[in-house]
């Protein structure tokens, strides 16, 4: 009994995951109801931005990336 409660309970914790996969195969995942049904949009992500090791400019045109 205790051990088809915890099995029951795996498959209840993994249905939103299916849900809202479902919901980005119909819409996108950069949709309104992809949001609205509790995922992130894409474009609403974090970008992250890289420095480079001096943290003054950027890799391609940093001296002190290409001398070390």
């Known amino acids: 009994m ?15 995951e299916k849900i809202l996969r479902g919901i980005a195969y119909k819409f996108g995942n950069n949709s309104y109801e ?16 890289r420095q480079s090791k001096c943290g ?7 001296f002190y990336w290409f001398a070390n």
């Not at 003054?56 to 940093?62: E, H, M, V």
Request: charged share 30%.
């Open 34 to 49: 992809y949001q609205m049904a509790g995922g992130t949009r894409k474009s609403a992500r974090k970008r992250i931005v």
């Open 2 to 16: 205790l051990t088809q409660i915890l099995e029951n309970e795996e498959d209840l914790a993994d249905y939103p």
């Open 56 to 62: 003054f400019c950027s890799r391609s045109t940093c």
